[in-house]
């Protein structure tokens, strides 16, 4: 079965270590040593060394014939020692190339991005001043691919690793770019962000498509010498929204994604199921530094922190890559390889249980946009704006993610990227304010339901056409059983209507608060109000006429529906005039969460162990059988859980379990067969248990 596996498949521990070192003093990385960096990925208990060809600086460690060359290495070649030291040691090899050129961008400065006020990038602040980003669409873009070319016509690896592709929320106002958006498209690149102007729509989708062109030429470059050879290309700007540029194209350029990210357990959580739901094939890989942020060199998380993390990587079927950062004269920290070979030590004896082929098994799905909303959409603001391009999204994504856990409903993604959204697959799905939907996408939408799908939307969702802009109505308004009639100020309540559920939470003198506007609208007679209206007495603008100086309290009782409940088919719809789903706090999450159990009558599993336990749930079909993942994210250091775990598992009809093992013994566990299910307990936890469910 392995030998059929890609090298991706198989080597799923793996290690970068940045080598962002200038080459303006002789100090420069005179103390490196190719067979020490070698060893260093032994002792880190690796299958493939992701290693530096060249870095953020556009420096090339090589001696090249095309690049800008370390001055300090005077043509010594210590990526092809590194990579032969490497793969002496039974390693594969990982070709790592960075898109940031310093180089290229001081020696042609109409290669470089012009941002917001003429500026180019280190006026605008990128990395402190100190990275100088150059426009693909300049010469800076042939340039680049010959750099590609002449890596893979010299060196032998399984594949490279492309970092720092991407827009980076900079709207590109070069000659280049100006010159080519006009000739394809007739146009000047617009001067407002305007989602409600045909031309800014039009320059968003030609923005996207323009880095998605881009990217499969890396890959097509790789792959005209060597077709056998991966390519996959840095993705972690997909959570920043439009900024980032990214498109379903951009996606399907990679063979695999990948992303590096220093957050907590729940981005995580949140960028495994994205990029896995995302990606052409799988596993995804997941990569962290061995520092709280790469900005910290020294700042080294404990063990029990990184070891957490690769149980998470584990438990969502993704590669767990470790990054270290290299000291400027060459050195490496050996103390920080011990621990990174325990971490893996642990990792590997689970690794088995890791397939590209594994299914994600959800309760809900959240609806992905690649070109997400993350301002007011119906605010028109320069495109000097720099503030504009930070995403919203990314933080409702967060939330959404917590309140899943803290309920024990299992989650995942989809989007237009998926052509299979059906209520077999997602029993329920998140809309959170997703405002851009095409009619193709609205349509799918509409069927989902119909079938029996069950939906959350919120806000603006499917207000605005991806072309022409604002439409008149939601379209579907048909399905949410209501019809858009304005908006409101920034802050907004929503108070309990009769026989609703929200009254054992709220009454209408003290209802339920969200920090955002909510849609004005109107219900259809057949759609029932779980929800109404309330106001402050004013703007939370108003520095005079206000209800309270501080606070803005509920005055206004409105009677006009905020939330409501309708069926559509044989599904169903709470739609939120607001976004309950934004507000970070336990009040807010606990509505939200029971809002969830609304439309998910029957959760895939329940248990009575604390919230702060993550679950996942795989199926790996050709192997039939079941991966159920626990994770203690009560706190670190771990605070076990000693109580008896008592675990229900409600099931599809099509899964008849015959055997639970504990992984990684495989150690028999008894159960209880259940009608649609089964039932069985854990005597505890400590940081992380895998049951195997073998079905007929």
């Known amino acids: 079965m392995t030998g059929n596996k890609k090298w991706y498949e198989k080597d799923l521990r793996r290690l970068l270590v940045d080598m962002h070192i200038p080459d303006w003093d002789e100090y420069f990385l005179k103390n490196f040593s190719a067979e020490k960096y070698a060893d260093n990925m032994v002792k880190g208990n690796i299958s493939c060394a992701e290693i530096y060809a060249g870095n953020c600086l556009g420096l090339c460690l090589w001696p090249s014939e095309n690049g800008f060359n370390h001055k300090q290495l005077h043509s010594r070649d210590i990526f092809g020692e590194t990579l032969e030291a490497c793969k002496k040691r039974g390693l594969d090899v990982q070709i790592y190339f960075n898109v940031y050129h310093r180089s290229a961008f001081e020696a042609h400065p ?100 323009v880095l998605a062109q881009f990217a499969q030429k890396i890959t097509d470059t790789v792959k005209k010498q060597h077709p056998e050879r991966t390519v996959n290309i840095q993705s972690a700007s997909a959570i920043g929204g439009w900024g980032g540029g990214m498109s379903k194209e951009f996606m399907q350029a990679s063979e695999y994604l990948a992303g590096d990210f220093t957050g907590d357990h729940i981005e995580q959580a949140v960028i495994c199921k994205l990029f896995s739901a995302l990606s052409t094939c799988r596993p995804m890989e997941f990569m962290t530094p061995r520092c ?69 098994l959800a309760d809900t799905a959240i609806y992905y946009e690649f070109d997400s909303i993350n301002t007011d959409v119906e605010e028109a603001i320069s495109c000097d704006d720099t503030r504009t391009p930070a995403s919203k999204q990314n933080m409702i994504r967060r939330n959404l993610a917590r309140c899943f856990g803290e ?176 507000v970070p706090y336990d009040f807010q999450r606990s509505i939200f969460g029971r809002i969830l159990l609304e439309l998910r009558k029957t959760p895939l599993i329940t248990s009575n162990v604390h919230p702060k336990v993550e679950f996942t749930l795989f199926d790996v079909k050709e192997e039939k059988r079941l991966l159920l993942s626990l994770l203690n994210q009560l706190s670190l250091p771990c605070v076990a859980w000693k109580e008896e775990i008592s675990i229900l598992l409600t099931l599809p009809e099509e899964y008849r379990i015959k055997k639970l093992l504990l992984a990684p013994e495989e150690k028999q566990i008894s159960f209880q067969p259940g009608k649609n299910g089964l039932s069985f307990t854990l005597p505890g936890l400590e940081k992380f248990a895998m049951i195997v469910a073998e079905y007929e």
């Open 292 to 360: 709280e942020t790469l900005v910290h060199h020294t700042t080294t998380r404990t063990f029990e922190n990184m070891l957490m993390r690769a149980y998470a990587a584990i438990a969502n079927q993704a590669a767990f890559t470790l990054i270290d950062a290299i000291d400027p004269d060459g050195a490496m920290d050996g103390r920080f390889y011990e621990m990174a070979g325990k971490i893996n030590e642990a990792y590997k004896e689970y690794e088995k249980y890791i397939s590209g082929k594994s299914v994600i």
């Open 407 to 582: 309920e024990h409903l299992l989650f995942t993604f989809t989007g237009n990227f998926d052509e299979n959204i059906t209520s077999d697959r997602y029993p329920s799905l998140i809309l959170s304010d997703a405002a851009r939907l095409s009619m193709q996408e609205c349509e799918n939408i509409r069927r989902y339901v119909a079938n029996g799908g069950r939906l959350y939307a919120s806000c603006c969702t499917s207000l605005f056409d991806r072309v022409t802009g604002k439409r008149k109505d939601f379209a579907l308004a048909d399905v949410f059983g209501v019809h858009y009639k304005g908006k409101t100020a920034s802050c907004t309540y929503i108070a309990p209507a009769p026989g609703s559920f929200l009254n054992e939470y709220a009454t209408e003198k003290y209802p339920v608060m969200l920090d955002c506007p909510q849609c004005l609208i109107e219900a259809d007679e057949d759609t029932e109000i779980l929800g109404t209206l309330v106001l402050p007495v004013s703007d939370p603008a108003e520095q005079d006429f206000f209800g309270s100086a501080i606070s803005n309290p509920p005055v206004k009782c409105t009677n006009k529906p905020a939330l409501t409940r309708h069926k559509y088919g044989k599904g169903e719809v709470i739609y939120c005039a607001g976004r309950f789903e934004e």
């Open 110 to 209: 109409s290669w470089r991005m012009i941002g917001p006020g003429g500026k180019n990038t280190r006026e605008l602040g990128f990395g402190h001043g100190r990275f100088g980003l150059c426009c693909i669409n300049s010469p800076f873009g042939d340039f680049f691919l010959k750099i590609i070319a002449e890596l893979d016509s010299k060196y032998d690896g399984v594949g490279f690793w492309i970092d720092m592709l991407g827009w980076w929320s900079v709207i590109c106002r070069c000659e280049s770019c100006k010159k080519r958006f006009r000739e394809e498209t007739g146009k000047d690149i617009p001067e407002m962000i305007d989602w409600n102007d045909p031309c800014f729509n039009e320059y968003i989708r030609w923005r996207a498509s």
